[in-house]
């Protein structure tokens, strides 16, 4: 059984940085699977953001581009988030995907 635990949520102020991660527990290959970050904002569906393959290679929604980047530790079976410039269209609840497996999610608040 993979559990996926993220942590790193919370209130910032526009222009902020804060840095998600998430830790991958049980009986998963970690370093084989690509990871991949969605978020979810309130009364819209659940969005990608980003992902990171086996083999290091990223890709990102193109409203996080420059600002957003995953990044991985396969020996410590953890993903990260590091969120730089947000604005108050990153509020949302964040989730790390793996495979069919997804966190609890961890939210983020970017306000004045």
């Known amino acids: 059984q993979v559990q996926l635990v993220e942590s790193g949520g919370g209130l910032v102020q526009p222009g902020g940085s804060l840095r998600l991660s998430c830790a991958a527990s049980?009986?998963?290959?970690?370093?084989?699977?690509?990871m991949r970050w969605y978020r979810q904002a309130p009364g819209k569906q659940r969005e990608w953001v980003a992902s990171?393959?086996?083999?290091?290679?990223?890709s990102y929604q193109d409203s996080v581009k420059g600002r957003f980047t995953i990044s991985r530790d396969n020996a410590k079976k953890t993903g990260s988030l590091q969120m730089n410039t947000l604005n108050l269209d990153d509020t949302a609840v964040y989730y790390c995907?793996?495979?069919?497996?997804w966190g609890q999610g961890t939210q983020v608040t970017v306000s004045s």
């Open positions: 990171i393959t086996s083999g290091g290679s990223t």
């Open positions: 995907n793996i495979l069919e497996v």
């Open positions: 049980g009986t998963i290959i970690f370093r084989m699977y690509t």
